[in-house]
Each structure stands twice: as structure tokens, then as C-alpha cells.
């Protein structure tokens, strides 16, 4: 058991990605405090956690603040921040709207910033902890097409990560990012079924996901999961800082 005896708070843990950690968390002993905005989701995910799971699951919106701090005092005394909720949008950086760039950002970038502010001083009270955010590979790492503006919010998720990780080392903090390649999840099956209307159906979206791939296949989100366990856990003590690459050898060609 990997995290007997620890804490975790999870956004976006409705669906994809967070869904796989929370399930993965729970697993390996964490007690675990599940948010998203999906009711359904939540309640769903509750009835697929190990027996004996120790699982809080409610409504908790990244994008309010009020929210957050509401969610973080009732998670309690956590050990584990894992900062999943994001959004991808599809286009080149003529194809973005000042809407769409308020919205990417303050999802995927500023939803950070309520939930650490929030739960890093009790953190750092209780000696400290270790935080996970989602990143991508299409970031600073691989100039991905019609990624221009979900790019500039992970590479921004970079940034913060490393911030976090100097400001708060010596109270016991670790900061890493996580930054995956392509990831089966429900947000990617409505981004190929959005893009098989451009490209001649989902079939051939999906083949250009998969062409993407140096390995010719996409990720699964356990696998991401498994990523995000290690950096919860103790077994990467001495790792913080760092935006750690899981993305099947795309970013590496
Ligand atoms: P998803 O997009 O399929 O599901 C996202 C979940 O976030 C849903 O349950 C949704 O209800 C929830 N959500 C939406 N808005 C929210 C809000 N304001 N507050 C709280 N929850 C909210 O999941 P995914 O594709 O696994 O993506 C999860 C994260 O991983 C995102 O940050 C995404 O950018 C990142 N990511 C995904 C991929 C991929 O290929 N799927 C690749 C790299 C990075």
C-alpha cells in the first residue's frame, strides 16, 4: 500500500484521467477526497472504489474560488493535491477568441492558484506534502498543431509547477507536472468525434490521433494514473520541480 495513512484531494476526478488517479489513490490505501463538477460522475465513481476505501466525493468548480475554499476545509488535513481539471481547445492561435483565452486560462492555470492557495499553508502547517498538476505534452515540451492556446495554459502549468517547488522546498513541499501525450478519456473521444466532421468522419480522426504516436497507440489513463501515484507517494521523495514526460516517445522524436 503505497499511501497508507495519506490523504488526497483530487479535482476533476469525475472523468479520464483524474478518475483513473482517484480509483489508483484509493487502491493503494490513501483516503481519498474526490471533486469535480459532474454530480453524476462523482456518484458513479463512488460505487467503483476498492471496498473499504475510505472516499469523500462532492460538487467542487476549479473555476470558483469560494468554491474551492469550501471544498479544501472540508477535504481536511490532506497530504496529497492532485490538480487535474483542464480543457483543451482546438485551434491555431487565429482560431481563439479573448472568451476562450480567459476561460482556458483561468481553468487550467488559475483553478491552481485557488486550490494551492487554499491548501498549501495547511500543508506546509502540517510539515508539508506533495502536489501533482496536470500539464500536457503539447506545452512548452512539443509545439502540437491547433494547440496554441492549450499549450500556452500548460506551459503555464510548467512554470507554476517549478515556482512552487523553489518557494516551498524547505517546508517540506514537492511540486511536480505531469505531461502526457494523447490520453483515451471521455474529452478525447468528443475532440476526434468534433474533428471527424472536418476529416471525413471519426475513423480517420481517430487514425490521425493515432498517427501522432510514435508508438501507435494511445495512452490509457491508468497508465497516467500510475504516473501520478508515484509522485503522491514516498517513492519520489527526492523528485520536485520537475514536468515528468509520459507520452509514448511523441516529445522525444
Ligand atoms: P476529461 O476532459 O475527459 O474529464 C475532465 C473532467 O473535468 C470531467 O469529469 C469534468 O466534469 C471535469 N471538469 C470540467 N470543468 C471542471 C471544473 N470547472 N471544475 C472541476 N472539474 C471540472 O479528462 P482528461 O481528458 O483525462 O483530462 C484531464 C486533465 O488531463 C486535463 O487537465 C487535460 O488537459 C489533461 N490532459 C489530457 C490529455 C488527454 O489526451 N486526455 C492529455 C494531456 C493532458
Redesign the pocket.
Known amino acids: 500500500m503505497r499511501l497508507a495513512g495519506k490523504r488526497a484531494l483530487l ?9 483513473a488517479t482517484a480509483l489508483a489513490f484509493a487502491r493503494e490505501g490513501a483516503a481519498v477526497v474526490c ?4 454530480a453524476g ?1 462523482l456518484a458513479s465513481l463512488k460505487e467503483e472504489m476498492p471496498a473499504g476505501a475510505e472516499v469523500d466525493a462532492f460538487v ?5 474560488l469560494a468554491s474551492v475554499k469550501v471544498g479544501v476545509e472540508r477535504a481536511g488535513d490532506i497530504d496529497i493535491l492532485f490538480n ?5 481547445h482546438h485551434g491555431t492561435i487565429l482560431e481563439t477568441t479573448e472568451e476562450e483565452w480567459d476561460f482556458s486560462f483561468d ?2 492555470v488559475k ?1 491552481m492558484w485557488r486550490t494551492l492557495t487554499c491548501a498549501l499553508p495547511g500543508m506546509i502547517a502540517r510539515g508539508g506534502g506533495s502536489v501533482v498538476n ?5 506545452s512548452s515540451l512539443v509545439g502540437a498543431p491547433n494547440r496554441a492556446l ?1 499549450g500556452a495554459t ?1 506551459a503555464a502549468v510548467i512554470g507554476l509547477t517549478k515556482a512552487v517547488a523553489t518557494d516551498h522546498v524547505a517546508q517540506g513541499i514537492r511540486c511536480n507536472c ?11 473521444e ?1 475532440r476526434i468525434t468534433a474533428q471527424g466532421e472536418a476529416v471525413g468522419g471519426y475513423d480517420a480522426a481517430r487514425a490521425a490521433f493515432v498517427a501522432r504516436q510514435p508508438m501507435g497507440r ?2 490509457t ?1 491508468d497508465e ?1 494514473a500510475n504516473l501520478a501515484l508515484y509522485l503522491a507517494s514516498d517513492e519520489s521523495a527526492f523528485t520536485t520541480g520537475h514536468a515528468h514526460v509520459i507520452d509514448g516517445g511523441w516529445s522525444n522524436v
Do not use: F, H
Open positions: 479535482t476533476a476526478s469525475g472523468a479520464g484521467i483524474g478518475r471533486t469535480d463538477i459532474d460522475a467542487l468548480d476549479a473555476r470558483d487535474c481539471a483542464g480543457w483543451v481553468l487550467n483553478s496536470m500539464s500536457s505534452a503539447a492549450y500548460k505531469i505531461c502526457p501525450g494523447t490520453v483515451e478519456s471521455p474529452s478525447l468528443n494511445i495512452a489513463a497516467i
